[in-house]
């Protein structure tokens, strides 16, 4: 799939690629509709610096190399309406897969709550471990930051989100 989405990246036609590899030109559309969204995708600002679930210090860069998927979630440590499940419903597809975060993919899971440390990530990783039925993942990481880093990733993402008084999350 990677020498497909270079040749789509690179101008090929869905029609050509089609009659080289017979790969069905239904999916094949569905891979240049990604790299095309994939094109207007803000620059990522690869140096916004974090602490990982250990208090390591880190940088985006460290995730993003560009050798495999890596999926990114945005979620406040102690939420309970929705961060929660979204982590919980992360994890059962995950473990559903033949494939191992850290080998063939990275999860990359930063708290947008710049209260949050690295033992509240460490817990979390360690239950999202469980739940998605690995015992150890080095591609499963959670991550902690200043408001202004996590600002950065979220700005550039065009993510936003809003603290509730009321429910403290």
Same mark, same amino acid.
């Given at each position: 799939?990677?020498?497909?989405?270079?040749?789509?990246?690179?101008?090929?036609?869905?029609?050509?690629?089609?009659?080289?590899?017979?790969?069905?030109?239904?999916?094949?559309?569905? &891979? $240049?509709? /990604?790299? %095309?969204?994939?094109?207007? @995708? *803000?620059?990522? =600002?690869?140096?916004?610096?974090?602490?990982?679930?250990?208090?390591?210090?880190?940088?985006?860069?460290?995730?993003?190399?560009?050798?495999?998927?890596?999926?990114?979630?945005?979620?406040?440590?102690?939420?309970?309406?929705?961060?929660?499940?979204? &982590? $919980?419903? /992360?994890? %059962?597809?995950?473990?559903? @897969? *033949?494939?191992? =975060?850290?080998?063939?993919?990275?999860?990359?899971?930063?708290?947008?709550?710049?209260?949050?440390?690295?033992?509240?990530?460490?817990?979390?990783?360690?239950?999202?471990?469980?739940?998605?039925?690995?015992?150890?993942?080095?591609?499963?990481?959670? &991550?902690?930051?200043?408001?202004?880093?996590?600002?950065?990733?979220?700005?550039?993402?065009?993510?936003?989100?809003?603290?509730?008084?009321?429910?403290?999350?």
């Amino acid at each position: 799939l990677y020498h497909v989405k270079s040749a789509l990246d690179e101008g090929g036609s869905v029609e050509r690629i089609h009659e080289v590899s017979r790969i069905d030109p239904w999916f094949l559309h569905q &891979l $240049k509709e /990604l790299s %095309d969204f994939e094109r207007t @995708l *803000p620059a990522l =600002p690869l140096d916004a610096e974090f602490a990982d679930h250990t208090g390591a210090a880190v940088t985006l860069k460290k995730y993003f190399t560009g050798d495999k998927p890596l999926l990114l979630a945005f979620v406040f440590f102690e939420c309970t309406s929705l961060c929660s499940p979204l &982590l $919980k419903g /992360l994890g %059962d597809p995950i473990g559903d @897969l *033949p494939w191992t =975060p850290g080998k063939e993919f990275d999860v990359v899971v930063i708290s947008f709550d710049p209260l949050d440390t690295p033992a509240k990530a460490a817990a979390l990783r360690s239950d999202a471990l469980v739940n998605c039925r690995r015992a150890d993942a080095t591609g499963y990481q959670f &991550l902690t930051g200043t408001e202004a880093s996590i600002s950065k990733v979220t700005s550039a993402l065009g993510f936003a989100f809003e603290w509730i008084v009321s429910r403290r999350e």
